[in-house]
């Protein structure tokens, strides 16, 4: 058995584990514990860009959903929640916020006058070039801890795994 202060934190907490309850396959611990904990560091990093901006994830998200619209940056609330994966309610109160800052403005939707429709400003438009730029920079420096191969590896794996739990779940009835 390793030495304890050999062992990575995930390890240290599955042999005690181990030693605690022996019945349980604490096995999985390894890979979960780990993409948490890398999940946590990952996120740590990028919000560094984002704060440089004055922006929160979500709302560097809402203004990512609508600079890849294409022109003219537009988008219903209720497709911006699809492309960001929160509720309409989250959303809400994430473009009010970017609507305060003057990067974002509403209006009735021309085809439905109780739709509303979420366009970028220009100043919008130009933060998130450069926050988008800068973000792209930071992901680029957090992948090259990796060498070519493991990258590739580890993207072959997570989107597989990602596939499998994103795959709807059969009908029983």
């Not at 030495?3 to 995930?10: A, G, I, M, R, T």
């Not at 911006?80 to 509403?106: C, F, N, P, Q, S």
């Not at 580890?154 to 009908?171: M, Y």
């Amino acid at each position: 058995m390793e030495e304890p202060q050999s062992l990575d934190h995930v390890a240290r907490i599955q042999a005690d584990w181990r030693r605690e309850r022996p019945d349980l396959d604490v096995g999985p611990q390894g890979v979960i514990g780990r993409l948490h904990r890398l999940g946590d560091r990952l996120t740590a990093n990028l919000c560094l860009v984002y704060d440089r901006y004055g922006l929160g994830e979500g709302e560097f998200d809402v203004l990512c959903a609508l600079r890849r619209a294409g022109e003219p940056y537009e988008r219903a609330p209720g497709e911006l929640a699809a492309h960001t994966m929160v509720t309409t309610g989250a959303m809400t109160k994430r473009i009010d916020r970017l609507e305060r800052a003057g990067l974002v403005t509403r209006r009735r939707a021309d085809d439905d006058q109780r739709g509303r429709i979420v366009a970028l400003t220009t100043p919008g438009r130009d933060l998130i070039d450069r926050a988008f730029t800068e973000h792209m920079q930071n992901e680029r420096r957090l992948v090259d801890l990796l060498t070519p191969a493991e990258t590739a590896a580890l993207e072959t794996l997570l989107t597989a795994w990602l596939s499998r739990l994103e795959q709807p779940v059969p009908d029983k009835g």
